[in-house]
Every structure is written in C-alpha cells, then in structure tokens.
C-alpha cells in the first residue's frame, strides 16, 4: 500500500529546500516528497521488519540551520500496515534516533544511526567549543612564558602581523557585506569609540605618567613610556576579543580600530608632542599598509570566500577556533618571553602595576563612558563591552617600536613592553567573564 502523509512543517524552516530522492522504507511504496528541508536516514540503517506485527519507523528530519536541533519523525503501523499515528518531536542528538521492531513477545530489536555519523557530530562540536578555552589557553602560555621564555621567543614580531590577519580573516569569515555597512550606521558609537581612544585614554595616560614619577619617584623616561602606551592606536586584538563577546559588535569594532588606525597616522604625533613634548615622525605609509596587511585584506578576504564559496566555508569554519585560540595564545605569550628583562626589570613590578591600573581604568571608562550615552539603546549591554575594548586595549606594540625609534634612553620601551602582555590578560579575561555573564 502507498503511504501517504502531508508534513506540515512550514513554522520550522522559512526556506523552501527539494527534499532528497525518496528513500526505500520498510513499506512497499516510498515516502512522498515534501516541500521542506528533509533528509532521511540512509536506507542501509533500515532493517528487515518481516514478522512484525508492529512497527515503530523513527526517521530523521533536519534543517541546514536550525542550531543542530533535530527532528524525529515518528510513525507508528500496525500488522496490516495502515498508519496508526505519526508525529513529530525535537532530539539532541543522533543517539535518540533509531528504527524499532515489536515482535509478539515484546522483545524489541533496534538499530541506531551508523557511528560514524555521530562521531562527526562529536568532533564538530569539540572543535566549534575551542573558543571557551581561549581563558585557561592565554593563562598557560602567560605562565609559560614566564619560566620558560624560549618557548614563545620565536614568534618575533614579524609574524604578529600574520598571525593578527589571521584572526582578522576568522572574522571576517563569520561575517557578511551587510554588517559592516549597518557598522557605519552608528556614526554615535563610532564618535564615542574615538573619544574613548583619543580623548579618555592620552588624558589616563598623562595622570599615570605623572604619579610614576611624582609619586613612585620613577625615572621620568617610565612616565613617558606610560604616555606615549596611551597615545597609540586601537589594538587589532580587540576586535577579536568583540567577536568573542558580542559577534554582531565585530564589524562596529572593526571599523572603529582601522578608523583610529588611519587617524593614529597625525594623531600619535600631535598627543606625543602636548604630552611628552617630542615631535615623533610616524612612518604614514608604513601605517596605512598595516592597516591593509592585518585588517582590511584578511577581513575582505574572508568576506568574498564567505559570499562565493559558501560550501568552503561550511567546511573549514569548525576548524577555525582552535586555530584562533592556537595564535592568540602566540600573540600573548610572545610579547612576555620577548621583554621579559623589562618586566623583571628593578623598576618592572612598580611598572607593572601602574599599568595595570591605567588599563583597568581606561576598561572602566570606556563601559561607563557608552553606559551612560547609550543607556537607551536596544543593545547597550553590548555597546558597552565593545567599548570598553576599544577604550582599555590599544596597539602597544606599536608604542614599544616608536619607543625604540624615537627615543635614546630604552626605559621608554618598558610601559609599552609589558602593556603589551597586560592589555591581553585583561582583555581576554573580560572575554571569560562577560560570555559567562551571557550564558
């Protein structure tokens, strides 16, 4: 006889996708196709029911993007095969579906989905968690570097730029055209992202400076060092640790780091000169090509594959946290081997804590500073974290290469140098914080 039924399924799915080629069952006709997303249990899983007087047919219906949420469609026939009941119910995972026989005596037979199905479920997941481990991951490279400094002193600076295009890349693969331009639609958060960056920051950084060497009775090349940290770009980290938080605040937090990047360029110069006193000349061009090397390139980069290749990043994207939490782990470790003599510096614990203290106030800032402006906006609670982000982290690698550069005395180079690892610990804890806060 012909089974037929009608799924109603339209609620469970917006998209219209052909349903697979029908499926030999353990009727004698084939399930009819329906005009939902659907797929079947491979025929090899259905097992032979004859002599069974009832039959329990459990068959698997999923959608490309419901979460990995699946369905169970249950049907339920008698001995002359005429549908008893039929309906639909929501599993975890692919452990609750299988295909049951009642025989006469109530002895049941049951065969579950092929393990290797589940198995690929399995690693998936793993893979697609990677990220909730990027706290305890940034915490053991810190220690690491730390006694064993040599471990990290191989990742020079030449592949941090490499390695931060990296995660820009991830990003920009979770991402799409239409959330940079809705970006751009919040001229407010952007001014406030260059307020928190250019205004909030140098001013922290002037008051820093100044109680290291009025009261700490630090050598002035310290409180300068602690300045000229405040006067530098956005971090490109800090984009990554949004993603991490808040993803639909990536493209907004991207913006206002390249656009604080660009203006870095004539801004850096002019708060060094008020606050420091000294003309640094910044290599412009040299700027504007990081600024295309790390952010725009791998983000556009990830985009254009996201758009053409949609498969390949269905593919590859699983693969993409533990890589990210694999390069972060560098990019905070490395910086701590690589100055770990101005860290363990005479002057390095004071410092320390000095710099600690400006990042922890410059995170503050930045959270109330958008709390009370966007008190009234739909996502506030995000707003404030990214800029909160924007606000405590900034590129302080490039203040230790302008240190280095521009200045005689390498004191200079020490606040940079261990802002560097502070400005990641603490930012990436925040990140450990808030998602926990979220779930």
């Not at 052909?18 to 329906?34: A, E, G, W």
């Not at 600076?157 to 920009?172: Q, S, T």
């Not at 407010?188 to 001013?203: E, H, R, S």
């Not at 533990?322 to 003599?341: E, K, Q, R, W, Y």
């Amino acid at each position: 006889m012909g089974l037929a039924t009608n799924l109603q399924l339209d609620h469970l799915h917006p998209r219209q996708i052909q349903v697979q080629q029908r499926r030999r069952s353990i009727f004698s006709h084939s399930l009819p196709r329906t005009s939902n997303s659907l797929s079947l249990l491979p025929s090899k899983c259905t097992p032979s029911f004859s002599g069974c007087p009832t039959i329990h047919l459990s068959i698997l219906l999923f959608s490309k993007i419901c979460n990995n949420e699946m369905l169970l469609c249950s049907i339920f026939a008698g001995p002359n095969s005429r549908v008893l009941d039929f309906k639909i119910t929501k599993c975890g995972s692919f452990r609750n579906v299988m295909v049951k026989c009642v025989p006469k005596d109530n002895e049941s037979e049951s065969i579950a989905v092929p393990e290797e199905v589940e198995k690929k479920e399995g690693i998936s997941d793993i893979l697609s968690k990677a990220s909730s481990f990027l706290p305890h991951v940034v915490l053991a490279s810190t220690l690491l570097a730390l006694v064993y400094p040599p471990s990290f002193t191989w990742f020079t600076n030449r592949y941090y730029a490499p390695a931060l295009g990296f995660l820009m890349f991830a990003v920009g693969l979770n991402s799409s055209e239409k959330d940079f331009l809705e970006a751009f639609k919040q001229p407010a958060a952007i001014f406030a992202g260059y307020i928190g960056q250019f205004v909030v920051k140098p001013m922290l950084g002037f008051i820093f400076g100044t109680i290291a060497v009025t009261v700490f009775g630090l050598p002035t090349p310290v409180g300068a060092g602690i300045m000229l940290t405040s006067c530098v770009s956005g971090a490109q980290l800090s984009n990554y640790a949004t993603f991490l938080t808040d993803p639909q605040m990536a493209p907004l937090s991207i913006v206002m780091t390249s656009l604080s990047t660009a203006s870095a360029t004539f801004l850096t110069p002019l708060l060094s000169l008020l606050l420091i006193g000294k003309r640094l000349p910044v290599d412009v061009k040299g700027m504007m090509t990081s600024i295309m090397q790390i952010v725009v390139a791998p983000i556009a980069t990830g985009l254009l594959l996201n758009r053409l290749f949609p498969e390949v990043c269905k593919a590859i994207r699983p693969f993409l946290p533990p890589l990210s939490v694999f390069v972060t782990s560098l990019c905070v470790g490395a910086p701590l081997a690589i100055n770990i003599n101005a860290v363990m510096s005479p002057f390095g614990l004071t410092i320390l804590l000095l710099v600690i203290m400006f990042h922890l106030s410059a995170f503050i800032a930045g959270y109330m500073m958008s709390g009370l402006v966007f008190h009234d906006s739909p996502d506030a609670k995000a707003l404030q974290r990214t800029l909160s982000y924007e606000t405590g982290m900034q590129s302080s690698l490039l203040g230790l290469a302008l240190a280095n550069r521009f200045f005689e005395d390498p004191v200079v180079g020490v606040p940079p140098a261990i802002s560097t690892v502070i400005m990641s610990l603490m930012g990436f804890s925040l990140v450990m914080l808030w998602a926990k806060k979220k779930e």
